[in-house]
């Protein structure tokens, strides 16, 4: 499957951002999808999953009750609504697949830049 996360931007400290992933080239629903950032010079951190059905969702605790994470199977997108934005949001943002009962995610999207301003 291939994917392309848009909606990356500049936004204030408390401000609001939504990012969205398309996938083509799969069967969207037998993906999980996952979120995950980097900051240069830092390794990659998990950010958000979200289930094949999107029943089920999990958060990394520094974005928990902050950030959510949805798909729409219909239109093979997935979306990170991402609210009370602070600085240390800022990195790229990257959407991911894992196909099935995979443990690791194995197509990722080119990622998009949140840059939140303090």
């Known amino acids: 499957v291939q994917l392309q996360a848009s909606g990356g931007g500049l936004v204030q400290a408390g401000g609001s951002l939504r990012l969205s992933c398309a996938a083509s080239?799969?069967?969207?629903?037998?993906?999980?999808m996952g979120w995950f950032r980097q900051v240069p010079g830092k390794e990659r951190e998990f950010v958000a999953d979200i289930s094949w059905d999107g029943g089920r969702t999990y958060y990394a605790d520094s974005v928990k009750g902050r950030f959510t994470t949805s798909r729409d199977n219909a239109e093979n997108a997935v979306y990170l609504q991402m609210n009370s934005l602070k600085s240390e949001d800022t990195a790229v943002y990257y959407c991911?697949?894992?196909?099935?009962?995979?443990?690791?995610?194995?197509?990722w999207g080119q990622g998009t830049l949140v840059t939140v301003s303090s």
């Open positions: 991911a697949a894992k196909f099935g009962g995979r443990v690791n995610y194995d197509s």
């Open positions: 080239g799969g069967i969207f629903s037998t993906y999980y």
